[in-house]
């Protein structure tokens, strides 16, 4: 029994003619014949009466009848459901850096909503110390962070863009009377850091060490928000990425220093785990970002 038999079972069922069956599904009559004497063969039973020119469909081809539409119903659903539909749908699990989440991202993620309104985009914050594993175990699709060049064998790097850390301050801060600054000039200077597990305070420290320096730290956490506030009201000096105080610079509220110290190279990095199919939807983000 295949689903073409039971096509041409119901088709004849409506029609009530092996010809006019056969025209409509592209058949010759003797395809039709011997289709539906294959299914009775299988089943042991007549599924039409033939009274002259005339059939009807007898108990047991009424019974069938009813589990055929069942099964050419189940078809339509598969076609419908399985393959990819023209609009992307569905639910896209994204992990991202905070440090990221100013300006151009939420503007992408308002156009890429637009753009495509069936589509549920679940974001999550991540650490560079949690994010693999999550890829790994699919709690993720894909992950835009920001951070010093990952390498993984399990991952694999969609894209890179280089990005930058630099030291902000207050307008009344003293050093920002500074031609330029080095890591001399941050000796006893209260520092506005990221939390410990962070990458971006792990290089500042070890370049400080290297220069024989105790850093002098006056706030930590993960909330760049939080570390801009404090620098803004002269409560140290923040070390954090570029794109997240460009707001604040505009305004006249903090000024970047000009740094002559060590480079600190990070970069915006777009990933997803090796070998992972992403979905015509997570596609789609994936091209969207990568165009940032």
Same mark, same amino acid.
């Given at each position: 029994?295949?689903?073409?038999? /039971?096509?041409?079972?119901? &088709?004849? %069922?409506?029609?009530?003619?092996? $010809?006019? %069956?056969?025209?409509?599904?592209?058949?010759?009559?003797? $395809? @039709?014949?011997?289709?539906? #004497?294959?299914?009775?063969?299988?089943?042991?039973?007549?599924?039409?009466? *033939?009274l002259g020119k005339s059939i009807i469909l007898t108990e047991e081809g009424e019974r069938l009848l009813s589990y055929t539409e069942k099964m050419l119903q189940l078809k339509r659903e598969i076609y419908l459901e399985v393959p990819?539909?023209?609009?992307?749908?569905?639910?896209?699990?994204?992990?991202?850096?905070?440090?990221?989440c100013y300006e151009k991202f939420p503007k992408l993620?308002?156009?890429? *909503?637009? #753009?495509?309104? &069936?589509?549920?985009?679940?974001?999550?914050?991540?650490?560079?110390? $949690?994010?693999?594993? /999550?890829?790994?175990?699919? %709690?993720?699709?894909? @992950?835009?962070?920001?951070?010093?060049?990952?390498?993984?064998?399990?991952?694999?790097?969609?894209? &890179?863009?280089?990005?930058y850390l630099a030291f902000f301050a207050s307008p009344k801060h003293p050093l920002t009377q500074s031609e330029s600054i080095s890591e001399k000039d941050l000796e006893n200077v209260p520092l506005l850091l990221t939390s410990s597990n962070c990458n971006? *305070?792990?290089?500042? @420290?070890?370049?400080?060490s290297r220069h024989n320096i105790t850093p002098c730290i006056a706030l930590e956490t993960s909330s760049k928000e939080i570390l801009k506030q404090f620098a803004?009201?002269?409560?140290?000096?923040?070390?954090?990425? @570029?794109?997240?105080?460009?707001?604040?610079?505009?305004?006249?509220?903090?000024?970047?220093?000009?740094?002559?110290?060590?480079?600190?190279?990070?970069?915006?990095?777009?990933?997803i785990y090796k070998g992972k199919r992403l979905s015509r939807a997570a596609e789609e983000l994936k091209n969207m970002i990568m165009e940032l």
């Open positions: 029994m295949n689903i073409f038999q /039971l096509e041409t079972f119901a &088709k004849i %069922a409506e029609t009530k003619n092996f $010809t006019s %069956a056969g025209n409509i599904l592209g058949y010759a009559q003797s $395809t @039709v014949t011997t289709q539906i #004497k294959q299914l009775e063969d299988e089943l042991g039973c007549l599924l039409f009466d *033939r990819p539909s023209k609009e992307p749908s569905g639910t896209i699990k994204l992990g991202i850096s905070e440090s990221l993620l308002l156009k890429y *909503r637009k #753009k495509y309104p &069936k589509v549920n985009i679940q974001i999550q914050f991540i650490n560079h110390e $949690t994010f693999p594993k /999550l890829l790994k175990n699919g %709690a993720l699709d894909l @992950v835009y962070t920001l951070n010093p060049l990952i390498q993984n064998d399990e991952l694999c790097l969609l894209e &890179k863009k280089r990005e971006f *305070r792990h290089m500042l @420290v070890e370049d400080l803004i009201n002269q409560l140290g000096i923040g070390f954090i990425p @570029v794109m997240s105080a460009q707001n604040e610079i505009k305004e006249g509220k903090l000024k970047q220093l000009d740094w002559k110290g060590k480079d600190f190279p990070i970069y915006s990095q777009l990933i």
